[in-house]
């Protein structure tokens, strides 16, 4: 190991000798204050023109030290200028670095800040620290330098070559320090080694930041890259983290550290495994240098001094602790590593209660999804033909993205003027033909169902709800009773359609005849309609394409008694049913609410009413709407992305054409079992035969890993609903499964 710059006295140069050198060598005049240093000698200049600090480098550095420091501030701060570092001040001829009677200089701006409180250091600036670490961390990233690679006792990739410095321990601690230096060598250096290098400034703490002092958390200053080496970003985050274990749970401030460097510079969990390790070798590092420093400066000894007790502390802290615990810990502080329980059927219905049923008699177990998969704990993958909510696909990556992007900038609601959410609703309104434009957004399907309906009573002033047959609407007090699938004789509503309607070439003009009538019932009732409500692909209905004229003959009866025509879109919209985009389009009606939900976030929860600008005023003159969660930057993102990949990947027009492709092909296996095939775009519904075999042919494809659903009053439709990315390619497993299954069945 190379002590040189260490045995090197310090420059034997005063406060009065460095104004003196400020003002010859960069013409900065100005009072000097000594500030603390290990090998350099260091000073704060405050003069007319401000404030800056002197630094007067070690003889016994290498001359291109300070060099190479100015170059990774520089290179740093092009990369990311909102980096709190200071500016280095060149000399008058441009130099970053100065000279003066055989010392090298360097001059840098002063950051006004205050100094980190001493104890208790609050979670908010240990996450401060850990995030200013990984954007540091990735500025750095494409800097190099010859100076970074020398041998040098602070670089934690070579501390068993302290083993030496045992030597100079204090016998009661020297066999606990050999014990973590030689685990150290065995199991992190390994790992490590497998991890690629970049510079890393190894030595930010509290001494070397500066902090707001009007938000003591937020660190606005960072200097000293005195100690840069080269090595693992890991590097980088252990020293980080090792300070903040001072006086506390090492696993709780490892997690609190870890999870704020993760999000700026995303981690690897190899990496955040390592941390542990490193951070007891960064204590081991820190207890020989300080034994060495005293050693050879008793001079010096409360420099020496400085951590060592803290590092003592917090190395036997860990030691005490089981490792994989505090991994464990850190991983899930940065969302990996999820405990599964151990019986999760049992602890479900323990704790779910018994109201959830749960779909399949063997359960689907997925521990992740992606494109149109789930993947199961046990590494069985499914092929998902039912689920309509990853519209876009399973954990789709500019989703994904666009998600977590939005979750570290910002996420606040409505009554703010969130830039995102108003883009999101003008490029939502240019999907909808005018005059729907106005987009009030809800949490969920149900929530845009029971606004809906509000809006319809305010501004129709009646209560009736007409809906169809066997529909579902969502699952609030008013959603369910507008939900004859679920509650039977809802109170407000009166039913019409159904299947025997829909089966009917005339299903538009028999419609007629029953909005008529059930207008009447409600006259009856003393009630007059406030709407019509349509699930535009009748999903629990048992799946029937729009019959034509069929809307048109509601428009028409809305018109004629003043009630609002409400098209749930929760099912159908978002491309499944092809490149018109939205199941009312079929008929070439524009309805007066169109609600959304289920596709609309690829799986963040939000839905919408999207309505006209007349009914929105109406509405607003006697209601106020707010809903604290809908609408936040999030949905704005998650919707924006799921509309930019429907578009991006043409998933409307490949819901045309895969899905014509599988009834196509549903329809040529021409099995007696099934009775018809219908649906648009990606929709299906397959009508048994038998309704006493569909349970059995849903259970066997799941066997078979292609999950479907059923559906419709007699439960005798094969429910088939991908996301959108489903190909031609799966449209072919799925039909070889189903004809396995119906061949046996
Ligand atoms: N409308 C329709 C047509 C639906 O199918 C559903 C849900 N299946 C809803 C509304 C309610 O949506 P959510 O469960 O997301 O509230």
Redesign the pocket.
């Known amino acids: 190991m190379d002590f040189t710059v260490f045995d090197t006295p310090q420059p034997a140069v005063g406060p009065a000798q460095a104004e003196q050198i400020a003002v010859a060598v960069y013409g900065v005049g100005g009072v000097a204050s000594p500030l603390a240093g290990e090998r350099d000698r260091s000073f704060r200049i405050d003069g007319d023109r401000g404030s800056y600090v002197l630094k007067i480098g070690n003889r016994g550095d290498r001359p291109d030290a300070l060099e190479a420091q100015a170059a990774a501030m520089a290179h740093a701060l092009a990369f990311d200028p909102s980096l709190p570092l200071p500016r280095v001040i060149p000399t008058p001829d441009g130099d970053p670095v100065g000279s003066h009677d055989g010392y090298l200089l360097q001059l840098t701006e002063h950051i006004d800040g205050a100094a980190p409180v001493e104890r208790d250091t609050p979670p908010g600036l240990r996450r401060s620290l850990g995030s200013l670490a990984g954007r540091l961390s990735i500025a750095l990233r494409g800097y190099d330098h010859a100076a970074l690679h020398r041998l040098f006792p602070w670089d934690l990739t070579k501390l068993p070559q302290l083993a030496p410095l045992l030597d100079h321990v204090p016998t009661e601690r020297r066999s606990v320090l050999a014990e973590a230096l030689a685990t150290f060598e065995a199991r992190v250096l390994p790992a490590l080694g497998r991890l690629g290098g970049q510079p890393v400034h190894g030595d930010l703490h509290d001494d070397n930041i500066v902090v707001d002092p009007d938000d003591p958390e937020r660190v606005i200053g960072l200097f000293d890259f005195g100690d840069m080496s080269w090595g693992p970003r890991a590097i980088e985050l252990a020293v980080t983290t090792t300070y903040q274990c001072f006086g506390t749970d090492p696993a709780q401030a490892m997690a609190q550290v870890v999870s704020a460097f993760h999000v700026a510079d995303p981690l690897h969990p190899a990496e955040m495994a390592l941390v542990p390790g490193l951070v007891a070798g960064r204590c081991v590092q820190s207890l020989l240098m300080a034994a060495r420093h005293l050693a050879t400066h008793p001079d010096n000894a409360e420099y020496a001094a400085g951590d060592a007790e803290n590092m003592w502390d917090t190395l036997n802290r860990l030691l005490a602790v089981d490792q994989e615990t505090v991994v464990e810990r850190v991983l899930r502080a940065c969302g990996f590593g999820f405990p599964s329980p151990t019986d999760p059927l049992a602890l479900r219905r323990e704790r779910l209660g018994p109201t959830l049923s749960l779909s399949y008699d063997n359960p689907v177990h997925p521990e992740r999804g992606v494109g149109v998969w789930l993947i199961e704990h046990d590494g069985r993958r499914l092929l998902d033909a039912y689920n309509n909510v990853p519209q876009v696909g399973h954990a789709h990556p500019e989703v994904v993205s666009a998600l977590t992007a939005q979750a570290r900038r910002l996420s606040t609601n409505t009554r703010y003027l969130v830039d995102e959410v108003v883009a999101y609703a003008d490029q939502l309104a240019g999907l909808f033909p005018d005059p729907l434009g106005v987009v009030m957004f809800t949490n969920?399907?149900?929530?845009?169902?029971d606004l809906a309906y509000q809006i319809a009573r305010a501004v129709t002033e009646g209560q009736g709800v007409i809906t169809t047959a066997h529909?579902?609407?969502?699952?609030?007090s008013a959603?369910a009773a507008m939900?004859p699938e679920e509650y039977q004789s809802p109170p407000h509503a009166v039913t019409v359609g159904g299947e025997e309607t829909l089966r009917r070439a005339d299903a538009a003009d028999v419609l007629g005849g029953q909005l008529a009538e059930a207008t009447r019932v409600l006259e009856s009732r003393e009630e007059t309609p406030a709407m019509m409500i349509c699930?535009t692909?009748f999903?629990?209905e048992g799946i029937f394409d729009l019959p034509h004229g069929y809307l048109r003959t509601a428009r028409k009866w809305a018109v004629e008694t003043g009630a609002l025509l409400v098209a749930?879109?929760?099912?159908?919209g978002f491309g499944r049913v092809g490149p018109r985009f939205w199941g009312f389009a079929a008929d070439e009606v524009v309805p007066d609410i169109v609600?959304l939900?289920?596709p609309m976030g690829n799986g963040y929860?939000m839905?919408a009413v999207v309505t006209t600008a007349a009914i929105a005023e109406r509405f607003a003159a006697r209601w106020h709407f707010f809903s604290t969660f809908a609408g936040s930057p999030l949905a704005a993102a998650a919707g924006m992305a799921v509309l930019d990949v429907i578009e991006g990947e043409g998933l409307a027009g490949q819901a045309d054409r895969v899905g014509a492709y599988l009834r196509r092909g549903i329809a040529a296996l021409a099995h007696p079992g099934i009775a018809a095939v219908r649906g648009p775009g990606l929709f299906i519904g397959v009508e048994l035969a038998d309704a006493g075999t569909t349970h059995r042919v849903v259970e066997e494809m799941r066997e078979r890993g292609v999950l479907i659903g059923s559906t419709g009053p007699g439960d005798n439709v094969l429910k088939i609903r991908p996301p959108l990315v489903f190909t031609e390619h799966h449209a072919d497993i799925l039909l070889d499964r189903l004809a396995g299954v119906l061949d046996q069945i």
């Open positions: 969920s399907g149900s929530e845009a169902n529909a579902y609407h969502g699952t609030t959603t939900s699930d692909v999903s629990s749930d879109e929760v099912q159908a609600t939900g289920k929860p839905g």
